[in-house]
């Protein structure tokens, strides 16, 4: 409708909805986990990564949307979260007055399973040996809180380690995103040691001068 309309009929702003939910979700949510047992990580929830709505001045916006970036924890599921959701929404349909939302996960991220590898698995060791032998320690054992290729891999059967490679996450996405060359010489090395390691093949012999 017109916007200079407003405050003589009765209007309905999505954006100024969709505000209330978007801080609501954030504030309010409540989901079902387990915080992880190796350093008490807890889920991710980023509201309003990407926010739609309105028309152009002089209308008032009759549709409105938000999507959030949830990073979940083993154990957690597509069905748990969805409820979770759902609870949350149904609170606010009675709540806000000609309110008409919908829950709608996006196509082809709908849900990305988290993956994990057990301490004591072959390939983790022999990962901590090689960080060893070309950092001079081993780094602690960890949540990654970001998304990998670890799930389809651990899905097809082939033992993942989520993250351990060159570079720092906290680079990433800002100004100035980089990674130092000598982190991607490292993990070179790292890599070359794991898989001999992990593949029980002899040593290379040292070259003789």
């Known amino acids: 409708m017109h916007s200079s309309l407003s405050d003589r ?35 991710t929830l ?35 979260v969805r409820a979770a959701v759902e609870r949350w929404l149904e609170r606010h349909r009675a709540e806000l007055r000609n ?25 983790v060791q022999a990962a901590q040996a090689a960080a060893a032998e070309v950092l001079g320690a081993s780094p602690p054992l960890l949540v990654f809180p970001g998304a990998t290729d670890a799930p389809w ?20 996405h800002g100004p100035n995103e980089y990674v130092e060359l000598e982190s991607i010489h490292q993990a070179a090395r790292m890599y070359a040691r794991i898989a001999a390691r992990y593949c029980d093949l002899p040593p290379e012999p040292k070259e003789s001068h």
């Open 99 to 123: 309110l008409d939302a919908e829950l709608i996960f996006e196509p082809g991220l709908s849900w990305v399973p988290p993956a994990e590898i057990g301490a004591d698995h072959a390939l």
């Open 9 to 43: 009929v009765e209007s309905v702003n999505a954006s100024r909805l969709m505000a209330e939910l978007l801080v609501s979700l954030g504030d309010e949510l409540e989901l079902d986990y387990v915080p992880h047992l190796l350093d008490g990580s807890k889920p």
């Open 46 to 80: 980023n509201v309003g990564v990407v926010v739609s709505g309105g028309v152009y001045f002089g209308v008032v916006p009759g549709l409105a949307e938000f999507g959030c970036d949830l990073r979940t924890l083993p154990g957690m599921t597509l069905d748990s």
């Open 153 to 172: 891999f651990e899905a097809a059967g082939i033992p993942t380690i989520p993250s351990f490679g060159p570079g720092l996450l906290t680079n990433c």
